[in-house]
């Protein structure tokens, strides 16, 4: 084991990661609008702090990340999200500058722009991760969900197309079909 292979564990931490800093920015956003509105004062400093290191490690892993063959999802996509994303960490560390130096218009402007920036930032990931439309596909007409076939089949009349292609829809299609081969696999033909 070298330190390379750590470095590629760090970078495939990035789904896990990412996750923080999206929470703790919506968090703050709301805690800033209810200060806002109510008068108070801002949100606590070890919050700022925390979205800022962690929204940090989030841009750092994806970077690694992006060096491994398995996003091959489109190009133009992974490069918008690695440039938001870079982004995102960069306004997010800007708002923690501003908290710490008092300068609360300035942090709470940082935070909205993160915010918003970060936005788009999961939607590309997410297109990379689950194919164009996932979010509205349920919404579209002709959308079914593909139920199992069911466990009790008899094998000797089990063939392909009753059997064997639902199966495939149900559980690989939606990684490996039309919309994303992941790995240049795909399964839905």
């Known amino acids: 084991l070298g330190m390379s292979d750590f470095v590629a564990v760090f970078g495939r931490l990035h789904p896990i990661l990412l996750h923080l800093p999206m929470g703790i920015l919506v968090g703050l956003a709301v805690l800033e609008t209810r200060a806002v509105w109510k008068r108070q004062e801002v949100s606590p400093r070890l919050l700022v702090f925390l979205a800022a290191g962690t929204a940090l490690f989030a841009a750092t892993s994806g970077w690694v990340l992006h060096e491994e063959p398995s996003y091959v999802g489109g190009k133009d996509v992974l490069e918008w999200h690695e440039r938001l994303g870079i982004a995102t960490a960069a306004i997010t560390l800007l708002a923690a500058y501003f908290h710490w130096r008092g300068a609360v218009k300035n942090y709470r402007l940082s935070l909205l722009a993160a915010v918003l920036i970060m936005l788009p930032t999961g ?67």
């Open 123 to 189: 939607h590309f990931g997410g297109t990379m991760t689950h194919g164009e439309g996932f979010l509205l596909e349920p919404l579209e007409e002709g959308f079914e969900k593909s139920p199992l076939p069911d466990p009790q089949i008899d094998l000797a009349s089990a063939n392909y197309v009753d059997h064997i292609a639902p199966i495939l829809k149900a559980r690989c299609v939606s990684c490996h079909g039309q919309r994303k081969q992941k790995g240049e696999l795909r399964l839905d033909t």
